[in-house]
Structure formats: C-alpha cells, structure tokens
C-alpha cells in the first residue's frame, strides 16, 4: 500500500511540474533558511560549552553606585583576590587573577609577530581545561615562561619542537616556552588568547600594579572562579556578594561596591546590566532570529497548504470515485499525507543543497565558522522529525479537507466548493503577508537605527588619521623623537601620542574635589593622558580656554575637559578650576582645567558622551601614536613614507596601523550584522511569499478561464480584467498591512529602546512598507492575470 501512495503522489507530482516546482523550491527555501538559523541558533546558545568545568566556572563583576545610577563592568582591585582565598576559600576550587587581553610583539631571533593573549595565574590552565600539545600543564609556576597556542608556535617557529625555546616579549623580558595548546575554539571567550603568561611575571614588571595590592579604589584587574564541588555559581555569588563593601572599609560605603559572580553561559549571551539588574544580551537576537526561522518556514508551509486546498476541486472527482469502490477516509488521508511526506523529502534534500551552497557566504555574513553537521546523530534525529512536522503541519489542513468530499455530490457534478471554501486560503495569505510587511518594516528600523548613529558627529575627524600601538618596551623613551622624524619626512601634518586608543577609553579616574562640589556627589571621569598636539591632530575643537601648551613648563598639571565634563558638575564656566586629589595622605598635585574641548565621541556610538579629562601626560603614557596624514599625498606614498621611518628605527616590530575611521566603523559591526541577516531573510521570506502568490494567482486566473472569455465577449479590457483578478489580492495586501503596522511598531520600539542614542519610527517607513508590498503583489498577481486577459476567448469558450 505504501509503494502505491507513492506512486501515485510521484504521479500527480509529474503531472502538475509548475505547482510541484512552487511547493517544492518554496518549502526548500524555507527549510534551507530554518536549517542555516538553527545551525547559529545552536552555535549561539553552546558558546563556551566546550569548557568541561563551564557550569561551575565564572567571572566576578563589580556593581558601583554613581549618583544613584549602578554602574557594572569586569573590572576589579586587586585585594578582593586575597580577600577571597582568606574569608571565602571554602567556596572555590580555583580562583586566577587575569591581566585584560592584549597584544604583545613576541620575537625570536629576527621573526616577530604580533598576538594576543593574558597574564594568568597557575589555576587558569586547570579551570579553563586548557589541551596541552606539548609541555606541562602546570606551565605558569615559574618566573620567565610562556605556554603558547598551537598557531603561535607554528607563526614562530614552524614544525620545530617550542618547548624550551626563549621569546622575547614586547622588547623586555625573554621568556622561555614551557607549553603549547590547542587554539581556543571559535565559540570561545578565550578565542583571542594565543598565549599565557604567569601572573606573578606582570606583577614583578609593573610598579603600578605591586603598589596596588592593597588599593581597593585601582579596579584595573580581571579575577576568574571555579566554585567547589558541592557549590552553584549563583549560590556563590550572593555569599560573596558584599566581599569587597566588607573588606575596603568606609571610605567606599558611598559607592555600595557590590560582587556578582557570573556564570559563563551568561558572558556571551546575558552581559548586559542595565542599573545594576542583567537584562538581556545577545540572547534577546538569538531568540530574534530564531522566531524569524520559524516564520519564514511557516511561510513555506502557507504555501504548500493554500496550493494544495486551491487545487482540491481538481481532485474532488478522483476523491467520489476512490470513496465509491470502497476508500475509507483514513485511506484517503494516508494518501494525501503521503504525498506531502514526499514533496516535504525532497523539498528536505534540496534545503541541504542549498545549505551547503550556501553555508560559506552565511558564515561570512555572520562572521562565524559553522560547518555542517554529517555526523551529528542528533541534528539528524531532529532534521527526521523536522520533516515529519512539516509534513503534517503542510498536509494536515488538504489531507481533511479532500478526504472530507461527498462521493455522490461530486459524481453527480453538483459538488460545489462553497461561499467560504476560499476563506483559509484568504485568512493563510493575509497572516503570510503580515509577517513578509513586519520583517520589512523592522528590516527598516534596523538599517535607519545604523545609518542615525553614523551620522551622528563624532567630534574630530577620522578621514586620514591613523594610530600606532606603541607598548612595546622598545618605543619608551621615543616618542618626541618619532613625532620629529615623521614631521621630517613630509608624510604626516601632525603627530600625538596618547594612553588609550582615540577609539576608547582604557582608564576611569574619581576621587576629586573641586570648589563648589555638591555633598555626596560621587564622580566617574573618562581619564586619558595625551601629548599636547593631540586636539590638534584629531581637529577637535577647543571651544573654551586654551589647549594644552608643549612651551608650557605648569601645562604638566594642566588638564582638558569636554563639553559633557561642564553638565555632569553642574557649571557652565569650568576654566581656570581646580581638581585636587581626595587622599589627604599623600595627595597629587592638583590639576588645573585650562581649556574645555567640544565632545569627542570615543565610546559607543549608542550612548551620550562621557564626562572625560585629558591629562598632558608623560613618554609612559605614549602608548599609541596618533598620526594626521599629509592631505596633500595619497594615502599609500604616506604609509609607504612612514613605514620607512618606522622600520629605520625599530627594524625589530612589524609596522601595523589601523586608520581611525575603520576602527570606529568596527563599532557598528554587530548591529550592521544584524541588518545584512535580517535584510537576507526578509527578502527570501517575500520571495516565498510572491511563489505561493504566483502559484494561487495561476490557479485563481485558471479557474475563471470561462468567466473571463465571457467578459471579453461582452467587451471588457484588459485592464478591466487585469483590475479584476488583482483587487481580491491586493484587498487581503491592505488588510495584512493594518495588522502588521502595530506588531511592529511594538517589536522595533523594544528594539530601540536598548539604545540612548536612537532614531525615531517615521510614518514614511510603515507608509513604504505597505507600499512596496502591493506593488510586490501587483507585480506577482499580474503576470497570471495579464495573461489570462490576452488569451483568446474562443479557446476558453470552445466547449460551450
């Protein structure tokens, strides 16, 4: 019986190969689309699940309360670690102080390369379960060493053994390799780490950090956790949560300093704090991209249902006659399930096709490594039962509804289809269309969202300023020297130097007093320290006072605010005043503001500038040189030229630069990831909905083949025919649009609401969405109906 059902569904296939091709190609689509979500649905939510110990492992974060706004970041002093280890040891199997990550020169011989990677302690390698290639797992206890990745010891010494070869680090230290590890996976937060360091190697090179172990205010640190057998991480968390307020005495009450260890599945997914409170992250996408999958293979099932119940009536004489020689309905059924079990198969191995044409140019839109799962038992035990809710899902609603036909009605010729038959197929289109209009208009908000925020005025200008990472020991000592010979050569206008990247903020300062300080008022200034060229080489604007003044022998204490600096304090004349050091035991000079700098956008372009001071720093703090090109000469002669100057003075350390504009254009990636994705599935979720439209107007436009041979007999255009078949269509069009309107304008405004800075819903974009829907759907509809107006009545008359 089961090679009968088909045989026969292989038969009716072949015999309508237009309708085949409209269900089949229209349910592959959908299915290619749902397979490629699901694959990134599942590579999102496992992030850094390939850690054995990831369900007991954590990071601690920090709560601070300014002026009754919590702030939450990673960063933490240095005392909570020996707190821990000597009030909460009981809690914790490991606990590893970590360095932020960052790139260091590493060199052997005359090969230098540039990577990423942590100071860590000895636990790390342990609670990370870090795979050892060659070497010791314990590779952190002594001074001097280094456990690098796999792709590091090839980039630096090939296919030779590493263990006990000497790199030098940044210029400085020489430290020998006592390890070398799988690269971190892909799906990692531990991706960038190429290599490791001992802890104990950046404290006994740091001042700064040695005169931090007991300063509970220096929150420049990063401590990690694997609570003990027996313990949760959230249990842990709220024993450990007031550790630090305990611990750092009165002086740091005011700021209700607050500990929260996180669990690793929330670093990716659930990172996001809004007031102290975690509210979401990426997982609010996942699960967004994830509803679009559905969707659009919802959309593909519309279609297969509305062509099926279209074409019943062809079907409703082979229906009487198979009921009369003794069909039962559940035979029936069998059938016409069956036949959508086949179209649902073949539709499944043309979606794997598609998949894997497709899956190299996704994975680069996603910026992703997914590959296809052959051997995955499960994907294909869920991909076996996919297909099987498809096809029940598709075929259900036509599978009862044929075998529900009266025999004798239709063997007598007076079956007829009904007032409402057509009601499903109507109701089925408006709830397609209402889905394709709402991923157009939140496609929309999306791409508007992108293009306000990089229209927003950043301050300075990017076109053709660069900088230079300059941390490596080797450049200490050289930076009024370098700004002299880049002058020199003719390819750089102007050159300053800076502790953070004009891009970010790598330090935050408090702790100040000033004349007119409101009590209890609890500042938090973005901090950098920059040489006195360094406004004029970005082109900011000194919009009150003077900038800072190299010829100036007191500019060593003077310092720059921007415009936001003047609103946060609460004055609006800010030359001239004073910032004094808090600690009245050994306080600094104090600072004195000599000039107000318009705001220079340097943070998230989503959020409002942050009060900052630019201090006029010393050559320790040139850690970036910030070069302005000759506008004169093409950007390569410049880099050509400067390279040249580069490499003549530090021949060991590879020239690498990053153009400012690009790096901030980086700060778009992800929501600029987010519009490619979701401009990608709502055309393909039009393209599915315009073939089943195309398929239903082919059929519609057949089934008044005879209707329109009269009205053309009678006189009517093919205008007027054309307006005919299309107002029904373009009616169920308008009708989606009124229901789509609100859902969206409720889902974008949530989406919005995550951004401070933030464009608004115009009525033009919901406006041109219903628009560019009934012209998509004129488009569709007319072809079929153009065509059925010019054909000849004659033919369609003859056998009348």
Known sequence: MLKNYIKIAWRNLIKHPSYSFINIFGLALGMAVAILIGLWVHGELNFNSNFKNADRIGQFWQHQTFNGQVSTGTAIPRPLEFELRNNYNDYFKHLAMSSWTNSRYLRVGEKTIKATGNYMQPAATEMLDVSIIEGQQDGLQELKSIMISKSTSEALFGNENAIGKIVNVNGFTDVAVTAVYEDFPFNSSFLETKFIIPWDQFVAEREWVQNSIDSWGNN???????????????????????AKYDAAGENFHEYNPTLQLLPMKDWYLRNLFENGVQAGGRIELVWLFGVIGAFVLFLACINFMNLSTARSENRAKEVGIRKSIGSFRSQLINQFLSESVLVVFLSFIIAILLVLLFLPGFNNLADKQIVFPWFNLTFWAISFGFILFTALLSGSYPALYLSSFSPVKVLKGTFKSGRFSALPRKVLVVMQFTVSIALIIGTSVVLKQINFTKDRPVGYATEGLIQISAMSNEFTGKADFMRTQFLKSGAVEEMATSSSPSTD??????????????????????????????????????????????????????????????????????????????????????????????????????????????????????????????????????????????????????????FVDEEYGKKFAIEERIGSLATVFTVLAILISCLGLFGLASYVAEQRTKEIGVRKVLGASVSNLWAMLSKDFVLLVFISILIAAPLAWFGMDTFLARYTYRTNMAWWLFIGAGLGAVLITLFTVSFQAIKAALKNPVQSLRSE
């Open 220 to 242: 420049s640190f990063q401590l990690f956790g694997q609570v003990a057998k027996g313990q949760t991480v959230l249990s842990v968390s709220e024993k450990i949560a007031k």
């Open 505 to 658: 903020i790598y330090s935050n300062r408090s702790g100040y007093r000033w004349d007119g300080k409101e009590e209890g008022f609890q500042e938090d200034f973005a901090w950098t320290a920059i040489s006195p060229e360094y406004m004029n080489t970005l082109g900011a604007k000194i919009i009150a006072g003077r900038d800072l003044n190299r010829e100036m022998s007191s500019d060593s204490n003077s310092v720059l605010v921007n415009k936001t600096f003047l609103s946060y304090i609460g004055k609006t004349d800010v030359v001239g005043m004073q910032l004094r050091d808090d600690d009245d035991e050994d306080p600094s000079p104090p600072l004195t503001i000599v000039g107000v700098v318009d705001d220079i956008l340097v943070q998230s372009p989503y959020e409002p500038v942050k009060q900052a001071i630019y201090v006029c720093g010393s050559d320790d703090d040139a850690s970036f040189y910030n070069l302005r090109l000759n506008p004169d000469k093409s950007a390569s002669d410049n880099l050509a030229t400067i390279e040249g100057v580069f490499k003549k003075h530090f021949p060991n350390i590879p020239f690498e630069y990053q």
